[in-house]
Nanobody
Framework: QVQLVESGGGLVQAGGSLRLSCAAS????????MGWFRQAPGKEREFVAA????????LYADSVKGRFTISRDNAKNTVYLQMNRLKPEDTAVYYC?????????????????WGQGTQVTVSS
């Protein structure tokens, strides 16, 4: 099993920044991709970003391109999501996910492990 623990959420004003972290423990996949998803109140969970194990393949949702950056530190089994120029519509619970394959995907059903989520609230 893989355990994922997110941190770094909070309340921020529009235009501000936050950095989310996701630490993986347990049976970590040495070649697994990791991703971030989010779920706003009353909406379905949606893809945000994903990064391959090697770091050479990155995916972003159109809504966050140019504002969010996903990175990972394999030595620490940690993935990050730097969120800049935040907007009220970014308000959601953000989830970290992992899959035992090297390339990330936008499809949440292809991720095997999920964190408990961290709340991000952006005030206008």
């Amino acid at each position: 099993q893989v355990q994922l623990v997110e941190s770094g959420g909070g309340l921020v004003q529009a235009g501000g920044s936050l950095r989310l972290s996701c630490a993986a423990s347990g049976r970590t996949f040495s070649s697994g991709a990791m991703g971030w998803f989010r779920q706003a109140p009353g909406k379905e969970r949606e893809f945000v970003a994903a990064k391959s194990w090697s770091g050479g393949h990155t995916l972003y949702a159109d809504s966050v391109k140019g504002r969010f950056t996903i990175s990972r530190d394999n030595a620490k089994n940690t993935v990050y999501l730097q969120m800049n120029r935040l907007k009220p519509e970014d308000t959601a619970v953000y989830y970290c996910a992992a899959r035992p394959y090297p390339i990330g995907t936008m499809q949440e059903q292809l991720y095997d492990y999920w964190g408990q989520g961290t709340q991000v609230t952006v005030s206008s």
